[in-house]
């Protein structure tokens, strides 16, 4: 089973040595990232605590703290794939 097929929270697919993210929870959020961006934003979510991305000046996602682990554990799993090819 590919990485891709056990992702629940986060939506995105892989090109070369980046992942193009297109949402997470249902919110479109949209980036390039690399094994290191994704384990740096991994580390900035609390499991504990609600956060929120900041899309633009006229838009904020709030993530509900119950995906926190989910969503830590998702970044973790795509920086892995990253960082084995």
């Known amino acids: 089973?590919?990485?891709?097929?056990?992702l629940e929270v986060?939506?995105?697919?892989?090109e070369d040595n980046i992942f193009y993210m297109r949402g997470i929870a249902g919110y479109a959020i949209e980036g390039r990232y690399k094994a290191a961006g994704?384990?740096?934003?991994?580390r900035l979510i609390d499991e504990n605590e609600p956060f929120s991305f900041i899309i633009d000046k006229?838009?904020?996602?709030h993530v509900p703290v119950e995906l926190n682990k989910r969503i830590i554990q998702e970044l973790n799993m795509i920086a892995d794939e990253l960082e084995a090819e």
């Open 1 to 6: 089973m590919s990485v891709i097929d056990q």
């Open 38 to 42: 994704l384990r740096s934003m991994a």
């Open 10 to 14: 986060i939506d995105g697919y892989f």
């Open 58 to 61: 006229e838009m904020m996602v």
